[in-house]
């Protein structure tokens, strides 16, 4: 399906609705929705992987495990595989990406090592955190779907339409998992490892809005990308209207679902 520099979404670009992106031109605004879209579509592959790895690293060494839960984990990971795919297949075949020579966490062999050591020591550390990126893929969507109201009009569309179908359900899925394992997994074991996985991911998005900052405004110096990076990155996790709501819907699965040691883990929606 067709998509090129034509398709353009505001409410889906960095620090929309702030004095600096009133600034910009509308050549430069396109720059960043694209290049925003990519950190987005490559921070899907990166995390869709981790949890994929989290799954497998957890189901090798515990013993514990009945067959449902076994055979949720065996599905979840099949399906977060297949998604790492589905988004590395769209960036590679857009040009306006310029993917094969520009990429943003795909080369990043050291912050991959900092999380897979992570994982390793705290497989379980992957659930909760991961609910909180499953929810803003739901209304990552959600935003789309205002501007292109078929999930058929281009192929940015249609995958994330996919996508969001299957993390719809991933969402208290992770929850029911989280208190199926916790307490044989090890609950401190867990917590600091969420904690630790936490940080890493501030530490992707700072490095990945100081990349999508340095790819739309070659020309700024040093001092302004990182003055452009810390807009960026806080309009990111705080003031975008899909991260915003993505934190309400963990919110509301925390008082739900009520997971084991959830007054410790509550960081996660903050």
Sequence with gaps: MNFSTGHYIPELTPLYGSREFESLSLDKRHKFFFEYIKLVAEGLVLFEQLLAFGIWHFRKNAKFLDEEVLASLSQFALEEHYHSQG?????????????????IYADSSRLKKLFAFVIKKAPT???????KLEA?????YKMI?????????????HLNYIHQIDEAFH??????LHNSVISNAGPVK????????????????????????SNVF?????????????????????????????????????????????????????
């Design 87 to 103: 988004f590395r297949h769209f960036l590679y075949v857009h040009d306006v990406f310029d993917w094969k020579n520009n990429k």
């Design 125 to 131: 550390c992957v659930f909760l955190p991961g609910a």
């Design 136 to 140: 803003f893929s739901v209304c990552y």
């Design 145 to 157: 779907k205002k501007y292109y109201t078929a999930e058929e009009m281009n192929s940015w569309v």
């Design 171 to 176: 969402i208290p899925l992770e929850f029911d």
């Design 190 to 213: 867990t917590i600091i490892g969420s904690i630790s996985f936490i940080l890493l991911l501030q530490i992707a998005l700072i490095q990945g809005s100081y990349k999508v900052i």
């Design 218 to 270: 070659p020309e700024y110096s040093f001092p302004k990308r990182i003055f452009w990076m810390i807009k960026m990155a806080r309009w990111s996790v705080r003031t975008s209207s899909a991260y915003k709501e993505a934190r309400q819907i963990v919110r509301q699965q925390f008082n739900s679902k009520n997971p084991k040691w959830g007054k410790v883990l509550s960081f996660i929606y903050w």
